[in-house]
């Protein structure tokens, strides 16, 4: 596993490494690009934004493995992800309210704080001080995932007045440089933790002078912006009654709920499938995170005029990628009868997949959810999405070892048939729907059929 694990990671990395730069030499400059005012603006917000993912994303290989390191059982690790899971969802229902009362810069900061001591937990082998730790975290991810977005959004609009056409350059940008910063963070976790052998704690102690260097930045550079609250009760209402009144947003929100439960399972899962086995953790999560690259940067290929593929057709390639490779890990993990490699690719299929999905359903729901809507409609989707996860993860605390994995994987091929479902019941709804297609690059009004 240790050389197959390397010889994987250096291949991804070649192949995104190829297609950024034949992409990079066929496009041609944006306006947006050459604008001095505009460039600083983005500068400032990137050099707060990307420290914060770094250290996000520096946690994530040794997470399962430093629980483990302290000698708790898979029961006990499951619980304390499903507590983390449950803050997340908890947190995630009024974070946006909460950083429109606080303000978006001091948002920010306080997910520095937040996430500092939910790092300073892990030197702690006190189960009580872990669970809190996890609660945390997950108002850190709750105000990462809403904070700088907001600011940078009202600062974009409201203070520098540019174009609100430049601001999707902006976060397609972002979000390919955060495929970067994973797959650097990979490595480096990997370095700190077993190349120095300082010892799964240490990844997280390294993320708290980023967390503070970003906190501090977002101080000294960033102006302060609040906004209108609107009542959470009223956010969620309307976004039940648009949920409810369109089949499109339902069959949406199906198909998110139950692909992105899988994947939060596939988080727990992977480790103790591959750690036994010798796998450098820290590389195989930076693979994991080339593949998703890669298949981001297919996705835009695929988009893009030369084969103008629909992002209805990617989901679709995306789901049953993962029903394919969850297929492979019901027979690849069977007791006994274990086959590491195998499972790893299976891995490597579903961070592909993930590549597909989330542009592919980022697309669809700003075209078929009101923009007025999303938060509330966003609210109703993560709650089943999450309410999954914690119950497959349960269904695993009370499972034997070496059944039990087995049997989670077979669970979720199950739920992937089911989202595959939803998906062939969307793609019959859609198929006719002109406003879910990417704008044919001829400008021409008709374009061939979904």
């Known amino acids: ?89 908890l947190f995630g229902l009024v974070a946006s309210s909460l950083v429109d009362w606080l303000g978006r810069k001091k948002s920010c900061v306080l997910f520095s704080l937040t996430y500092s001591l939910c790092c300073l937990t892990k ?21 990462l995932f809403s904070a700088f977005e907001a600011w940078y959004i009202h600062e974009h609009v409201e203070h520098h007045d540019f174009p609100a056409e430049w601001i999707p350059a902006t976060f397609a940008r972002a979000a390919f440089w955060n495929h970067v910063l994973a797959v650097a963070a990979g490595v480096a976790a990997e370095a700190v933790a077993s190349w120095m052998g300082l010892g799964p704690v240490a990844p997280f102690v390294a993320a708290i002078p980023l967390l503070a260097l970003a906190g501090s930045l977002a101080l000294r550079s960033w102006g302060e912006n609040y906004d209108r609250q609107r009542a959470f009760s009223r956010t969620c209402a309307g976004g ?93 993990t069977s007791p006994g009868q274990e086959s590491p490699v195998e499972s790893f690719i299976a891995f490597l299929l579903i961070e592909l997949a993930c590549g597909l999905y989330f542009p592919s359903m980022s697309f669809l729901r700003r075209k078929v959810i009101p923009e007025t809507e999303q938060a509330g409609v966003l609210n109703w989707f993560r709650v089943p999405l999450h309410l999954l996860a914690c119950l497959g993860l349960l269904v695993l605390h009370d499972s034997d070892r070496k059944t039990g994995t087995r049997n989670m994987f077979s669970i979720c091929s199950a739920v992937m048939v089911m989202a595959l479902l939803a998906v062939v019941g969307l793609f019959t709804v859609v198929r006719h729907d002109a406003e879910l297609r990417v704008p044919s690059p001829s400008g021409e009004p008709y374009a061939p059929e979904l």
């Open 1 to 89: 596993m240790l050389v197959t694990a390397y010889l994987v990671f250096v291949g991804l990395l070649a192949s995104c490494l190829g297609l950024e730069l034949s992409r990079c030499r066929a496009k041609p400059p944006g306006r947006a690009c050459s604008n001095p005012s505009f460039l600083q603006f983005q500068l400032d917000f990137y050099q707060v934004y990307f420290l914060a993912l770094a250290a996000d994303w520096l946690q994530a290989p040794y997470l399962y493995k430093l629980y483990q390191h302290y000698h708790f059982l898979e029961g006990q690790i499951a619980i304390l992800y499903v507590c983390g899971l449950a803050s997340t969802v």
């Open 123 to 143: 030197l702690s082998q006190d189960y009580f001080v872990l669970l809190v730790g996890r609660a945390l975290g997950g108002l850190s991810t709750a105000l």
């Open 240 to 332: 039940l009654r648009c949920l409810l009144s369109d089949r499109r947003v339902l069959l949406l929100g199906t198909i998110q709920a139950l692909f992105e439960s899988v994947i939060f399972i596939f988080v727990f899962l992977w480790t103790p499938v591959l750690d036994p086995h010798g796998a450098p953790l820290g590389i195989v999560f930076s693979s994991f995170m080339a593949a998703s690259l890669l298949g981001s940067s297919l996705y835009r290929i695929a988009t893009s005029k030369r084969y103008h593929l629909q992002p209805m057709h990617l989901l679709s390639l995306a789901v049953l990628i993962v029903v394919f490779s969850l297929f492979m890990l019901t027979f690849s």
